[in-house]
């Protein structure tokens, strides 16, 4: 969750990352053949292997914060992820009154076992590590890491990652955000937490100099959470490759080849860069440190 030589002042629109990414990122051998290359009679509806036939179960996490959701109320089809997972169905071939949504915490997604859902979508990095307990699909969106600081911070006017080589950091818990502290080489631990809303409270009683999340969050964070905070920057970490979003399934999931037909042809149709336009447009506006 919370994450070029682009210009200062811009990052790349997801459907131009997402094909650096493929272009540059080291083939995944991890995919089971099964499930790599369906053909379309194995996408049909009534013969997908889902949870409930005739039924599209899809989890996230609650609460489910914006410009991901919004209300959160995944159901009402409005933020990035609802939409997208939404345009996945249709793609799958479900109606929208097909999808039943469930709740399921981001930090127990990715442990291994059966799941009560056909996928999660609740900002789940792709990462080697993770692939070992469960299946991810084609990726649905890149996106840069944030560190959020306050307006009254010595950090406020950073303009490069050394500048918080001495700066205490925190992340929510399992997320990718605390591996991209540690890459900062910072002289202290990250400091976990275990949501969004304890860390932005943190930052707030200045208990820690920063957060960091993935640039969306940051965003709705300092526009509806926090007062008195703003976006130090954004980032890119681990070799400079964007940080991958997809969708969380089952480990060996049949679905999964079909999913990824979804996504594959979500990404060609200009679908995933124009949700990505209505509903994470600001993520253009914060500076890139380096």
Do not use: H
Not at 85 to 100: I, L, P, Q
Not at 167 to 185: N, R
Not at 222 to 246: H, M, N, R, S, W
Not at 252 to 258: A, E, I, N, Q
């Amino acid at each position: 969750m919370l994450r070029s030589s682009l210009s200062r002042w811009a990052i790349a629109p997801a459907a131009v990352l997402l094909t650096f990414a493929a272009a540059c990122a080291p083939a995944d051998d991890s995919k089971d053949d099964a499930s790599s290359a369906p053909s379309a009679s194995d996408c049909a509806v009534d013969k997908l292997p889902v949870k409930t036939a005739g039924k599209l179960t899809v989890a996230t996490d609650d609460p489910a914060f914006e410009p991901w959701f919004v209300d959160n109320d995944p159901s009402n089809g409005q933020g990035f992820e609802s939409a997208v997972a939404y345009a996945v169905a249709d793609k799958m071939g479900f109606e929208a009154s097909d999808v039943v949504w469930t709740k399921v915490p981001f930090n127990t997604s990715y442990q291994p076992g059966t799941k009560a859902f056909d996928f999660d979508i609740n900002q789940i990095s792709i990462t080697k590590e993770r692939r070992e307990a469960v299946d991810f699909s084609e990726p649905y969106y890149s996106a840069a890491q944030a560190i959020i600081v306050r307006e009254d911070s010595k950090f406020a006017d950073a303009d490069s990652l050394a500048d918080f080589k001495t700066a205490s950091l925190g992340a929510q818990i399992g997320t990718t955000s605390l591996k991209a502290i540690e890459s900062l080489g910072t002289e202290d631990a990250p400091l976990v937490y275990d949501d969004t809303t304890k860390a932005a409270l943190a930052l707030e009683n200045k208990q820690v100099d920063g957060f960091v999340s993935d640039l969306p969050t940051a965003f709705y964070l300092v526009a509806a959470e926090l007062t008195g905070a703003k976006i130090a920057g954004q980032f890119q970490f681990d070799g400079g490759e964007p940080e991958q979003f997809g969708l969380l399934l089952e480990k060996d999931s049949k679905l999964t080849g079909c999913v990824d037909q979804a996504i594959e042809g979500l990404t060609e149709d200009g679908t995933l860069a124009d949700l990505e336009a209505k509903w994470l447009s600001e993520s253009a506006s914060a500076p890139v440190l380096k």
